[in-house]
């Protein structure tokens, strides 16, 4: 019971604190990676282990020197050990780490040797690692061989850099497990001896050697301003980028130029040009690290042009695409304006004889819902930064819709209730298709369309195709000789899930629509009893010798 009840606590103590290292992760993952992390890393520490299961031990004899049998003891807390984990960091958040461990206690020394993946974040004074690692778990119980079994272990820990080549080891916590196996030496009347598990934890601290990584990059900036060249009054947006310094680090930007007034404290300025003179002039930027103690400022500049404003109003054309649309279809009228002086210029001021016009910047949409047949024009205001206008319009013209195109229609149905033959036409669907046949005829430029459905309670395969190729071996050359063409009817199947066939009516230009229904391939249907061309063919098979 109190076996139970210990692996019970460090099952759950280490639970805590793997919580506790999500938490921590968690709240740490906003912070921005080290760019430059060690190539490789050594880890050397004290460990201490708590094995998490028993072992055989055995039981010696007063009389003779071998022994008799083999008795379970539990593995105890074992405080003398120690570790090392050697990783090779592939980039700053994974790496390969090969792990080595040994403790010793007087019933057993547990030894370990794994090797797996680690992942590691780290932020501003703290790494935070987890890993997964697999290999060997050796137990050697006192008198007893050693069994060399599968082991894993799963945790992490958190470091503590001191200078760039060396970090503290706060704490690692692990989950250790072991599959053992002394079924060689064991009796098999000792089951839960043969083969144990052990499954505990362990505890780490001490030193991390960090080797390589990148040096140091010198932080660098680049400046650009927008546009390069204005009128006097025009604004001069200047922007700054810059590059290697530390992430985790604000950066403090200043702002200077020899002409205009400069307000901006981010890495975006704004230059004012009221007052100043025709010219070509230069704004600096200033980027500084405070928490860096060196390699922490990086400057640069941008230069930009003020001309004195020419006085000439802007120019501008539209055009309408399309130029001639049906009531309610929408055009887009489209604007272009450019100032001879090179000043920037904007479009507005829509308005339409006729519907609704709506729009931004230089197009805009005339919609011509409820509009009269006839010529409508918009007309557009182009504005250049001094205030200088020019105006032109478009033309779009508004037609009446055509009539709407024929449709198809469904003419009428047929039902096949007759069970032992449900594909024949019967007298009732014959009279039905002869009403069919009879609006073919009136209609010599129309198309019929007979859809056959099938009940899915019917086990018949091809029901429905079946029932659609009777209906137009009926009417196109059956026992009743209709003689209507047969490329004039299109046979298809449909999904209504009755024991039906329908018929379309498709006048000259129209179309049918083909949804939920799919065509039938005829030459895949086959010759039935009491179908028009299986009897024809049986009347035709001449009678044997």
Not at 415 to 421: G, L, Q, S
Request: hydrophobic share 35%; proline share 8%; charged share 15%.
């Amino acid at each position: 019971m109190s076996l139970c009840c210990d692996s019970r606590v460090s099952r759950l103590t280490l639970l805590g604190f793997v919580l506790t290292l999500v938490m921590i992760a968690l709240s740490s993952a906003a912070m921005a990676q080290d760019e430059n992390p060690p190539k490789a890393d050594l880890f050397v520490g004290y460990q201490w282990l708590n094995p998490g299961g028993s072992v055989p031990v055995a039981i010696q004899s007063p009389f003779i020197a071998t022994p008799l049998g083999y008795t379970r003891t539990r593995l105890p807390g074992m405080s003398i050990g120690g570790g090392t984990t050697g990783t090779y960091n592939f980039n700053k958040w994974l790496g390969l780490s090969l792990d080595v461990g040994y403790n010793t206690s007087d019933p057993a020394n547990e030894s370990t040797i794994s090797a797996g993946p680690r992942l590691m974040w780290r932020g501003e004074g703290i790494n935070i690692f987890a890993h997964t690692l697999l290999g060997l778990n050796r137990v050697a119980p006192k008198g007893v061989p050693a069994s060399n079994g599968l082991g894993a272990i799963l945790g992490g820990g958190i470091d503590l850099p001191i200078v760039k080549a060396l970090s503290f080891r706060l704490i690692e916590a692990d989950y250790v497990m072991g599959r053992e196996n002394f079924s060689s030496v064991v009796s098999p009347i000792f089951p839960e001896s043969r083969r144990p598990v052990l499954s505990g934890a362990r505890l780490r601290t001490g030193l991390v050697f960090n080797f390589g990584g990148a040096p140091s990059i010198p932080p660098t900036a680049t400046c650009s301003v927008k546009p390069t060249e204005v009128m006097v009054g025009e604004p001069v947006t200047a922007t700054v980028t810059t590059n290697n310094f530390n992430p985790k680090h604000t950066v403090n930007y200043s702002w200077s130029s020899n002409g205009g007034k400069v307000s901006g404290t981010g890495t975006t300025a704004s230059i004012d040009t009221n007052g100043m003179t025709g010219g070509s002039y230069t704004v600096t930027a200033h980027a500084t690290d405070p928490k860096e103690k060196k390699n922490n400022e990086a400057s640069c500049t941008a230069n930009f042009t003020v001309k004195e404003p020419p006085k000439n109003p802007p120019t501008m054309s539209c055009s309408a695409n399309p130029t001639t649309v049906q009531t309610g279809t929408p055009s887009t009228i489209t604007c272009t304006c450019t100032s001879p002086d090179n000043v920037s210029t904007n479009v507005a001021g829509w308005t339409a004889s006729a519907g609704s016009i709506s729009g931004t910047g230089n197009t805009a949409t005339l919609n011509t819902t409820g509009a009269q047949a006839g010529p409508i024009t918009v007309n557009a205001t182009c504005t250049d930064s001094r205030g200088l206008t020019g105006q032109s319009s478009a033309t779009v013209t508004v037609e009446n819709p055509p009539p709407p195109p024929p449709q198809a229609s469904k003419l009428s149905s047929c039902d096949f209730p007759n069970k032992v033959k449900p594909w024949r036409v019967d007298n009732t669907c014959k009279a039905v298709l002869d009403d069919v046949a009879s609006r073919l005829q009136h209609e010599p430029d129309a198309k019929l369309v007979i859809v056959g459905n099938a009940d899915p309670t019917e086990k018949r395969k091809n029901l429905a195709a079946e029932r659609a190729v009777d209906s137009k071996a009926y009417l196109s050359g059956g026992e009743a000789k209709q003689g209507i063409d047969a490329s004039r009817i299109e046979t298809r199947t449909g999904s209504a899930g009755t024991k039906t066939a329908d018929y379309w009516i498709v006048p000259s230009g129209a179309t049918f629509n083909a949804e939920d229904t799919q065509p039938v391939d005829e030459t895949k249907v086959k010759a039935i009893p009491d179908h028009p061309r299986a009897a024809a063919k049986k009347r035709a098979k001449p009678k044997a010798q």
